[in-house]
């Protein structure tokens, strides 16, 4: 090859040579495949340990929010099933020892919040503490949603999804779910889902997911 040629050749290589790097550097910067918010859900459930029922007795069953839901749930379960539950509506980790399964019913009432003698924000701080508490301890935490969509209210809602990232099992008045937002939650958590259609549904429910009391 004469010195021309030569020449020749390295202009043209120098000419390639910065088009090819910034193809590679293009290529290697490239962003990976993003997943999908699904994929995101499906993994997020698979990474929960779920537990399924029955769950056993006996039951703690407290409300978030202190609306009348939660004395209604009480009232049903005490008359219309054999059902061991004890309603306490302001209870904290203490009261967590002597129980197996913790029931909490959501829906926030300003009147409610007042007879009780706190407020939301202490309501709010109350409910994660205690949930907490019962994952730590390894209990079922049932989730109750039962004022349709009454108590699909902000304030509400703030607590159920509090809730959600505990909960074991849905159990909601059809009602409040028209839009499907419980079933979608259900579906990302990897959680069972119970609709019924009034309060006094709650009572043959009870009996096939709740277990007796452990001697």
């Not at 088009?19 to 990474?47: H, M, W, Y």
């Not at 749930?73 to 913790?102: G, M, N, Q, Y």
């Not at 969509?149 to 809602?157: I, L, P, V």
Request: charged content about 30%; glycine content about 6%; some cysteine.
């Amino acid at each position: 090859m004469s010195r021309r040629d030569q020449n020749v050749e390295k202009k043209l290589i120098w000419r390639v040579l910065p088009a090819c790097i910034f193809a590679f550097l293009l290529c290697s910067s490239a962003p990976q495949a993003v997943e999908t918010q699904d994929e995101l859900n499906k993994k997020e459930a698979r990474g929960r340990r779920v537990i399924h029922p029955p769950y056993s007795g006996p039951l703690l069953l407290t409300s978030l929010g202190q609306d009348p839901a939660a004395s209604i749930v009480s009232a049903i379960l005490d008359t219309k099933t054999d059902i061991e539950a004890k309603f306490i509506p302001l209870a904290d980790p203490k009261h967590l020892e002597e129980f197996k399964t913790l029931v909490v019913c959501v829906g926030v009432s300003s009147e409610g919040l007042k007879t009780a003698g706190t407020r939301l924000k202490a309501e709010t701080e109350r409910a994660k503490t205690l949930l907490e508490a019962a994952k730590t301890a390894d209990m079922a935490v049932v989730l109750l949603h039962l004022e349709g969509q009454k108590g699909r209210d902000e304030s509400s809602m703030t607590l159920v999804k509090t809730a959600l990232d505990f909960a074991d099992a849905l159990v909601v008045q059809k009602a409040g779910n028209e839009d499907g937002y419980f079933t979608e939650a259900s579906e990302k958590h990897g959680l069972p889902l119970h609709e019924i259609e009034r309060y006094m549904d709650l009572a043959d429910l009870a009996e096939k997911i709740f277990a007796s009391s452990e001697p």
